[in-house]
């Protein structure tokens, strides 16, 4: 027990140390939010379901303009998600996603088509 026990003590410590190193930094930017769907009314012909990270693409996500966002960046939308808004990460990028615009997933094309276009103040949180 007493070794289990100063394993974890280590393994802790390291962790603690290792986010000490590269920290979280946040902005707000004022994006154009437009939305879409992982089918292939909003992806055409590349809509696998994967994102361009690697995940499933009918999970929440944004896709951004990896100049502007870096992928990865976790980003608090107002609205987005259940109506209050939460933090979402971005995890995909897009043809028609450049600059200052950021394009939340829906689980639906109709859900996409009812978000529409907004102009939102964003909190962009990234390493």
Do not use: F
């Not at 939305?35 to 055409?44: H, I, K, L, T, V």
């Not at 998600?81 to 600059?99: E, H, N, P, S, Y």
Request: aromatic fraction near 8%; hydrophobic fraction near 40%.
């Amino acid at each position: 027990m007493k070794k289990l026990l100063s394993t974890l003590i280590l393994i802790g410590t390291l962790a603690v140390s290792m986010g000490a190193d590269r920290p979280w930094k946040s902005k707000y930017v004022l994006l154009t939010v437009t939305a879409y769907c992982p089918n292939s009314c909003c992806c055409g012909d590349s809509a696998d379901g994967i994102t361009a990270t690697g995940r499933n693409a009918y999970r929440p996500g944004v896709a951004v303009d990896p100049e502007i966002i870096p992928l990865g960046a976790h980003l608090d939308i107002p609205i987005y998600g259940d109506m209050r808004g939460w933090w979402t990460l971005a995890d995909d990028v897009g043809g028609r996603v450049k600059g200052n615009t950021i394009d939340v997933r829906m689980k639906t094309h109709e859900e996409a088509v009812q978000w529409g276009r907004k102009r939102l103040r964003v909190r962009v949180w990234s390493r």
